[in-house]
C-alpha cells in the first residue's frame, strides 16, 4: 500500500526498507538536517500527517495494535539521511518474540549498556 498524503510543508511516503508492512516515513519538503531544524509549521504538518497516516495504516490493516513513532538525530544517534523524516512503524500483537526482545523500555534498547 502507499498513501500518497502531503500537504504545503510535508508529505508521506514507504520506507526503502521497512522494519514493518506499511513502515512509512513523514518528511518535510523543506531542507532541514534533522527533527531540531523543523519550525512550527512543519512540526503541526508532520502531525496532522502522522495522525492522519496512522489512521488509514488502522483501516488498511485492522492487525495493527500499536506503533513506533521517532527519528534520529545526528548520526551518533543513527542518523543515515541528512534530511528530516518521522518513521511511523505500525506494530501487531506477536511480532517480536517477547522472550529475547521485550519491547518494554523502548529506545532504550538502542544503548547496550541499557538492555537490563
Do not use: C
Not at 548520526?75 to 523524516?85: I, L, P, R
Not at 517477547?98 to 534498547?109: D, E, F
Amino acid at each position: 500500500h502507499r498513501f500518497e498524503l502531503e500537504d504545503r510543508f510535508s508529505y508521506v511516503t514507504s520506507d526503502l526498507h521497512p522494519v514493518t508492512k506499511l513502515h512509512m516515513l513523514v518528511i518535510p519538503k523543506r531542507h532541514v538536517a534533522d527533527f531540531f531544524g523543523l519550525d512550527q509549521t512543519e512540526l503541526i504538518s508532520i502531525y496532522e500527517l502522522l495522525q492522519t497516516t496512522r489512521s488509514k495504516i488502522q483501516q488498511t490493516d485492522p492487525s495493527v495494535t500499536g506503533f513506533n513513532v521517532g527519528t534520529n538525530a545526528g548520526q551518533d544517534a543513527g542518523q543515515s539521511v541528512a534530511h528530516a523524516h518521522i518513521h511511523l512503524i505500525p506494530r501487531r500483537h506477536g511480532d517480536i518474540s517477547l522472550t529475547t526482545n521485550n519491547p518494554a523500555g523502548g529506545v532504550r534498547w538502542a544503548v547496550p549498556t541499557q538492555r537490563t
